[in-house]
């Protein structure tokens, strides 16, 4: 997850943005990148912002979770006995233990933010749509979709089910149709037209929460196909089961589907199938919350 903010922004350098994260608000951008891209963009906010000002939060493994980054702000970022803290010049106080009380009270705050991190593991969405797609690759820009499964979750219970075959000119490579058991044939019987799988997946997802497995590849395909029907992107929230079962399960040595369900023995199993997968999904994102309950 990256947030950055803005002020005193180019016109330009907003519509720069706009095309790797979402602007949420004037000047409030986010988005999940990788770090590469992550860097890219700070560099590029950097050489144009001018006389603005900037800053970038973003998750890490640290013991935050989350790291900062600013440009042209009068305040700064003081690494105190491990923790990253803003430092505002406005207070006089030169002695950074005289303002953030003592190491014994910066310690304390590192458990509540430990605690806090916990409690939003185990803070199990109540309404939901858990995302699964199948696609020919892994580009989202030179592959595509091919199969779209949709599952509605609310108070615990599968309420509602949306799945499709996607009509696409693109050649499913043979280790997707081996993997999928999708072919062209079956593209070209069964499958319906963009436009019209786009209006089924806004219809269904409404604004309600989106849950998936490495939930990022599925949002960044999801966008490509909302652009090329001429409609805003998704900006559902977010809630990744890979980010989640690395916060609980330490231990593993992979964090695929199919092995956490193993692990796990979920009542779902993954085959590769948009929809089967999706319950895999669900199956996980609910044992894992029982789990980080159980421990909390």
């Known amino acids: 997850m990256v947030v950055v903010t803005l002020h005193n922004c180019p016109p330009k350098l907003r519509g720069e943005l706009t095309l790797w994260l979402q602007e949420i608000d004037t000047g409030v951008y986010v988005g999940h990148v990788s770090g590469r ?4 963009i700070w560099e590029r906010i950097c050489k144009t912002i001018k006389n603005g000002t900037a800053t970038m939060i973003y998750k890490t493994r640290c013991e935050q979770r989350f790291e900062y980054r600013l440009h042209n ?6 690494d105190f006995d491990g923790l990253k803290l803003f430092y505002k010049p406005e207070v006089k106080n030169k002695n950074l233990d005289a303002v953030y009380v003592s190491k014994q009270g910066a310690r304390r705050k590192a458990r509540h933010i430990q605690k806090a991190r916990q409690r939003k593991i185990t803070d199990i969405e109540e309404h939901y749509i858990i995302v699964d797609l199948e696609t020919t690759g892994l580009s989202p820009t030179n592959d595509t979709v091919i199969e779209v499964g949709l599952i509605e ?11 499709a075959i996607l009509k696409s000119n693109t050649e499913i490579p043979a280790e997707i149709q081996k993997m999928t058991g999708i072919t062209k044939e079956i593209v070209d019987k069964e499958g319906i037209e963009i436009n019209e799988a ?21 949002i960044s395909f999801l966008r490509i196909l909302f652009l090329d029907a001429n409609l805003r992107p998704p900006t559902n929230r977010q809630i990744d089961t890979v980010k989640l079962a690395k916060d609980i399960l330490k231990e593993m040595r992979t964090y695929k589907l199919k092995d956490l369900a ?18 895999a999904v669900g199956d996980l994102y609910v044992k894992l919350n029982e789990i980080a309950e159980a421990e909390f």
């Open 37 to 40: 891209i992550r860097d890219k």
């Open 153 to 163: 979750v609310e108070d615990g219970k599968n309420v509602n089910e949306w799945s």
């Open 73 to 78: 702000s009068k305040s700064s970022v003081k």
């Open 198 to 218: 786009v209006k089924g997946i806004k219809e269904f997802i409404r604004d309600l929460p989106l849950v998936g497995h490495n939930i990022s590849f599925d």
């Open 262 to 279: 193993d692990k796990l023995e979920l009542k779902f199993r993954p085959n590769h199938r948009a929809l089967d997968d999706a319950r």
